[in-house]
């Protein structure tokens, strides 16, 4: 009775379907068949419920009710495949027998399985604190050049947000656990590659083994002083004991625009800005004649007239190659890789090649000592074109009632900007990235229960930036110039060099008393930063195909700089795992940071954890429950975390002295100037997290993993209020705070029928980010930071729908310029108090009466997969998205007949006196009012996007044989194939987080590259 309560009915569902299933697809069954019955125990002789009976071979199946108990048809001599997850398969052979017990024993490789943690791995079940650790083979089915992305969806309160599909420039933007800081502080998480700090989207998809994220204090606080942020664990794949093997694994496919502003023609374009004109005063714009000349121009040729079709003329081809070695002796094992990955823009003149050489090896040199050499060379070529986002904005703002070209030559497009000339001739930016990369380690274990490891890391980096502006000559319909879209032709050079150094020293020692396990971690690290950047200009270059700067002219408009930076970091750390009898777990953490960012006096920081988890179904109690709860756990954590990367110097505590010079007296004297008061007492931000969660495995087909976690950011830098009389702008201090607030839920299932095999994940996450403390300022006209709000919310009025008549103008307060009918009414709220707190009307809308009115800081974050299996087939498919979230346009990207701008499809819903019930205000091109920020032009930029789905066929080991070949796998993938949102159309929901603004979010502007979908096919063999 105790085990009928806490079965599932769900397995006599699968028991039901199974059974028509079998009935469906099964072969072979007729009168001759032999009807089998029996039992599945597991070690303990506990009857296993929902374990699958299949008959080798066939689709025929069953599985175990409440009792452990099947019952089965099979044919003459078949052979039983019984299995359960967690536990290891087995295989009877039914001859002349119809009753049977069976026996399962647990899969101990399962029971041991392993997450890379900070410095060291640990047994998934003796985890106490929040990580999420994604696997190799989750990543590299999907077509991803920027490894960033692949984290987005995947992990429970990892948030990746990304602007762009631009080549070479579509990474993401990671925050975990909401946002940290504010200000320019630094929020995205510390990424260590094998261990030591590195550039996530420097590391080929194919090489990766696993990544975990360290989310909470308890599992970030060995990172001490750069852990606020959470922390990123990537580990490559290394050569496995065993055979030689060669892979190869590739695609090619083709992107295109998920989303571009579709644009009417130019008919329509003139009858808008006709309308609009009469509106503001009084008179068209474009008379009989000037339509009927467009008209006969647009029929000779309509091309000449399609500015989006002209822009994007790129191929979009992209390809991604990738082949590796796994080889071994007795002594050595050795995995050489080679990545090779190019991708042409969709519009012509772009693209990005990367090439990434690898070798990791391993060299056991006797029984105690062993050693790891890895060396790694990448080298990146972005290609774009000069002064990119010109083409962006204007590829839904040029006026479609413009030529391309005029009689062969290039068109005045608008005020001599011509988008299509820009790409064929207005220049080129030309960014190379080289990077070298050394991890030596040697690890003595002199005993069984001790090790000692010494790690050496140094890494060199290059950032060359090449950047020539043409000057491009546009021309009126007679022939006449009509001016230059670049006043003159210009080159700019730029090249940062970066040295880091990595040193460790780790001991670790394991110990087990009886039931009392010990593990003892003790290490130092040292590292080094340093910096050098020289930038070099000319212009006026009398060639114009010879771009080096010495073809440009000597003269006073040359110019040149270079700065030097460098840091220093140095630790001591460690961490103490106890528990009894893997029952009751207890983990400490402990990192003594010094860094060379602040004075000696705020120099030192200590940074704690702790954490406890309680394996209840370890417990007496649990024993009958183990068949349906196989694995519960409870986990709690406290811990203190730093962030040192804050404000925009590596010397936050001193303000830079500005170099000019000034003339008296017909002399050039030079200048040393202090502009900004310097703030010695600066130190590192800190954040204190604790939490609380929950691990758990049900029914072994479901894993449940769910968190609560409560995060305080304090010391986030601010500009206070000073005196004015000491001549100097305010220094930064330490004076803000931010809450996160938020919980996790991870579920994902796995199992198998026969031939069948089917998995499903579900995450979810959602967090309250508040700024609880600004000393009473406030930051920021449309993006803002205020007290009681989120990071980053939206400022501005509240719309109130348009007025519809002149009378509703009269009675309403006073806004910006003359109202008519059709423009955007707000909403007053500046006055004073009533007796309740409720806002009386002033009478006048003015800049007091802006408030919060969104956040686009992504809740209810979320992602969804699909994988099913049937003998060599396979797919899989991955949803993502937002729950909510506020994204914002203004100007010409959705404002109606601004800025001259082309005229979009969805616009032409404009209010008229027929048609009052608009989505959009009147049309104007001069109206002040219906510019102004306000919730109008806020929509809702939560989501839904099919991300991936691949199918996939294996072939036949029959097959592959004859080859040679241990495997072969074929495939078809779409990446981002579909978004489903209420933002503006033509425009992605993601387009405000720019991860090279200062607090990752720009409002307003739509002038970048848009996402891509990407189809693809793809191979993978092993050799």
């Known amino acids: 009775m105790m085990k009928a309560l806490y079965a599932p009915k769900v397995f006599q569902y699968w028991k039901a379907g199974l059974l028509i299933i079998s009935l469906l697809f099964c072969h072979g069954v007729g009168l001759a068949q032999n009807r089998i019955s029996g039992v599945v125990l597991d070690d303990a002789k506990q009857p296993i419920i929902g374990a699958n009976v299949l008959e080798k071979g066939t689709l025929n199946a069953a599985s175990t009710d409440l009792e452990g108990k099947f019952t089965i048809t099979v044919a003459p001599g078949a052979t039983l495949t019984i299995s359960f997850i967690g536990y290891l398969s087995k295989e009877v052979t039914v001859g002349n027998q119809t009753s049977f017990t069976i026996t399962l024993e647990e ?609 986030i830098l601010l500009t206070l209020y000073t005196s004015q009389l000491t001549g100097l702008n305010a220094p930064y201090q330490n004076a803000a705070k931010v809450s996160n607030k938020g919980w996790e839920l991870g579920i994902n299932y796995d199992d198998t029928f026969g031939d069948f095999k089917l998995g499903l994940g579900f995450n979810i996450s959602d967090v309250k980010n508040k700024i609880i403390d600004m000393k009473g300022q406030t930051s920021g006209t449309l993006l803002r930071q205020q007290e009681g709000y989120p990071v980053n919310s939206i400022f501005g009025l509240i719309a109130d729908g348009l007025y519809q008549s002149q009378e509703e103008i009269n009675a309403g307060p006073t806004q910006f310029g003359t109202l008519k009918p059709g423009d955007i009414r707000y909403r007053d709220i500046a006055g004073a108090f009533d007796a309740n707190g409720n806002p009386i009307p002033d009478g006048k809308i003015t800049d007091d009466d802006k408030v919060v009115i969104g956040s686009t800081l992504p809740r209810y974050t979320y992602g969804m997969n699909l994988d099913l299996g049937w003998k060599g087939f396979s797919a899989n498919v991955f949803f993502q998205g937002v729950g909510k979230a506020d994204g914002y346009l203004n100007s010409h990207y959705v404002i109606p007949t601004v800025n001259s701008s082309a005229v979009k499809t969805w616009q032409l819903d404009y209010w008229t006196p027929e048609n009052t019930d608009a989505s959009l205000p009147r049309l104007s091109t001069t109206s002040a009012n219906n510019t102004q920020n306000s919730s109008f032009w806020m929509k809702d930029a939560s989501y839904l996007r099919l991300k991936n789905v691949q199918l996939g066929y294996t072939l036949p080991k029959s097959w592959t044989q004859k080859l040679n070949l241990n495997s072969a796998m074929i495939y078809v993938n779409g990446q981002n194939v579909f978004t489903k949102t209420k933002f503006w159309k033509g425009y992605d929901p993601e387009i405000a987080y720019d991860a090279g603004a200062s607090d990752g979010v720009s409002l307003g502007g739509g002038n970048y590259y848009p996402q891509v979908k990407v189809y693809s096919v793809g191979l993978d063999i092993k050799f």
Do not use: C
Not at 115 to 123: A, D, I, L, N
């Open 107 to 715: 899969d101990s490789q399962s029971l041991e399985e392993v997450v890379v943690v900070g410095y060291g791995t640990q047994k998934k079940v003796n985890l106490t604190g929040a990580v999420s650790a994604i696997g190799g083979e989750q990543l590299e089915r999907r077509p991803i050049v920027s490894t960033s992305n692949a984290l987005q969806g995947v992990a429970p309160g990892v948030t990746v947000t990304s602007q762009t599909g631009a080549p070479g420039a579509d990474e993401g933007q990671i925050r975990i656990r909401g946002i940290n800081s504010f200000g320019g502080s630094d929020s995205n998480p510390l990424v260590l590659i094998d261990g030591v700090p590195g550039l996530i989207n420097q590391v080929d998809i194919n090489l990766i083994e696993s990544i975990s994220v360290l989310k909470d204090a308890a599992s970030a606080a060995i990172y001490g002083s750069r852990a606020a942020n959470g922390v990123i664990l990537i580990t490559t794949k290394r050569a496995n004991k065993g055979k030689t093997e060669m892979n190869y694994r590739g695609y090619t496919g083709w992107q295109s625009a998920t989303n571009i502003p579709k644009v009417t023609d130019g008919l329509t374009y003139m009858r808008v800005f006709n309308e609009a004109n009469m509106n503001d005063n009084g008179y068209v714009l474009y008379d009989d004649a000037a339509i009927r000349d467009f008209e006969q121009k647009y029929k000779a040729n309509p091309d000449n007239f399609d500015w989006q079709k002209a822009i994007l003329d790129g191929s979009g081809f992209t390809q991604n190659h990738f082949v590796s070695l796994s080889a071994n002796s007795d002594k050595i094992r050795v995995m050489p890789s080679f990545s090779y990955i190019s991708q042409d823009g969709i519009i012509k003149n772009t693209g990005f090649e990367r090439y990434i050489l690898r070798n990791n090896m391993d060299v056991q040199v006797n029984r105690k000592l062993s050693l790891k050499l890895d060396l790694s060379y990448t080298k990146g070529d972005r290609k774009q074109i000069a002064n990119e986002g010109t083409v962006w904005n204007y590829l839904g703002r040029m006026p479609t009632n413009i030529p391309i070209r005029r009689n062969g030559l290039w068109s005045e497009g608008w005020v001599n900007i011509n988008p299509v000339a820009n790409i064929e001739e207005g220049g080129n930016r030309k960014v190379t990235n080289i990077e070298f990369q050394g991890n030596i380690s040697a690890t003595y274990k002199p005993v069984s229960w001790l090790s000692f490891t010494g790690l050496v890391s140094p890494r060199y980096r290059t950032t060359n930036s090449h950047n020539f502006i043409k000057s491009i000559m546009t021309y009126n319909d007679d022939g006449s110039e009509a001016g230059a879209s670049n006043t003159f032709t210009e080159l700019t050079e730029t090249a940062y060099r970066y040295t880091f150094g990595n040193y460790q020293f780790l001991t670790s020692a394991y110990k087990t008393y009886g039931k009392h396990n010990f593990n003892l971690l003790l290490g130092a690290s040292r590292e080094t930063y340093d910096e050098k950047y020289l930038m070099g200009y000319r212009r006026d270059f009398t060639y114009d195909t010879y771009e080096v700067l010495a073809a440009g002219a000597n003269n006073e408009t040359r110019d040149n700089n270079g700065t030097h930076a460098q840091w220093l970091l140095v630790s001591t750390f460690g961490r103490l795992n106890y528990d009894f009898d893997s029952k009751y777990l207890f983990e400490a953490n402990l990192r003594y940071d010094g860094t060379s960012r602040f004075i000696a006096a705020n120099r030192w920081a200590a940074f704690p954890s702790f954490s406890a988890g309680w394996r209840i179904t370890e417990e007496e109690f649990m024993s009958g429950l183990r068949n349906s709860i196989n694995q519960l756990k409870l986990r709690v954590s406290w811990g203190k975390l730093g962030n040192q990367n804050i404000g925009s110097s590596y010397y936050p505590f001193a303000d830079a002295l500005a170099i000019g010079s000034i003339s008296m007296a017909e002399k050039i004297y030079q200048l040393v100037t202090q502009n900004t008061m310097s703030n010695p007492d600066l130190k590192w931000e800190e954040t204190t997290m604790k939490g609380i969660g929950v691990d758990a495995t049900i029914f072994n087909h479901f894993n449940i993993t769910a968190d609560y976690y409560d995060k305080v950011t304090d010391g």
